[in-house]
């Protein structure tokens, strides 16, 4: 029950466990203050509080996140891109502070997404489109390298103002493919588990199910794929068993490395 609120919570913008650990920290936070206030009586005036700014629950956090699908999926395939070297890549819609910034921190990147992008960052070119519409011919074809991370699960389910289009992720994916060039690389990674809808946030997707849909048009390359428990399984093999089970995840992230043939 308490999950389930929770969850419910979440719908509205309201974490429950961060409100939780905030409510645990007043009292060490007015304890905390006092000691301050009492201390600044005898070292002088250079420091005075003229302001509050609580952060009740960072002293119950651990340091930092280093792990979970973002962490390690941003991380694996912007060093595959660095290793890799590709004349041109293009991203669509994976997170600009994770993935976007890792890379641009090394070579140019264009970034396409359905929304909008007024900051101009160095080594980033924005692109507004909709992956679902028909492709622009100045994208057919315009890159040697391409990623899509956490994205193509959204795609079609109005969650950021996108038409809700039941197959959305297929088009997607034929549109993804007329942007990549012969023999260029295509990094993909998508939730994976049981295959359902949780609308309107995501679609998860069996493994077997995306595999199917590589045949004939990407060698696989490469399977990595983030647990339940948020930990990477780098290089893993694609055997029946596994596939079947979908690696044992019920909310995993597939990190796929795909090569377009011809």
């Known amino acids: 029950m308490i999950r389930k609120i929770a969850t419910i919570l979440t719908w509205f913008g309201i974490d429950l466990s961060t409100f939780l650990r905030s409510a645990k920290g007043v009292i060490p936070f007015m304890r905390d203050k006092a000691a301050f206030k009492k ?22 956090l651990e340091n930092g996140t280093a792990t979970g699908h973002y962490f390690h999926q941003d991380l694996l395939v ?24 890792h890379v641009a ?4 990147i264009k970034v396409l997404d359905i929304r909008s992008q007024k900051s101009r960052v160095k080594n980033i070119e924005f692109i507004q489109a909709d992956m679902m519409q028909s492709l622009r011919q100045e ?22 103002g996108d038409p809700v289009n039941h197959d959305g992720h297929l088009r997607g994916l034929e549109n993804l493919y007329r942007a990549l060039k012969p023999n260029g690389k ?30 004939g048009k990407y060698r696989v390359d490469c399977f ?39």
Do not use: M
């Open 186 to 215: 295509f990094y993909l990674s998508v939730p994976i588990g049981k295959q359902r809808v949780e609308f309107n946030a995501h679609r998860v997707f069996d493994v077997a199910y995306l595999l199917e849909i590589f045949k």
């Open 105 to 108: 921190v090394f070579r140019p």
């Open 139 to 160: 994208l057919v074809e315009c890159c040697d390298s391409l990623s899509c991370l956490h994205a193509l699960e959204h795609f079609g389910l109005g969650r950021y």
């Open 78 to 101: 912007a060093r595959r891109v660095f290793e890799n070297k590709p004349e041109v890549h293009v991203d669509v819609g994976s997170s600009v502070k994770g993935f976007v910034a």
């Open 39 to 60: 201390q600044a009586q005898h070292a002088g005036h250079d420091f005075p509080i003229k302001g509050l700014w609580l952060c009740l629950s960072d002293r119950y």
């Open 224 to 262: 990595s794929y983030v647990d339940d428990l948020g930990e990477l399984h780098e290089n893993a093999e694609l055997t029946s068993s596994w596939v079947g089970e979908n690696f044992g995840c019920v909310w995993g992230c597939g990190i796929f490395e795909l090569t377009k043939q011809k």
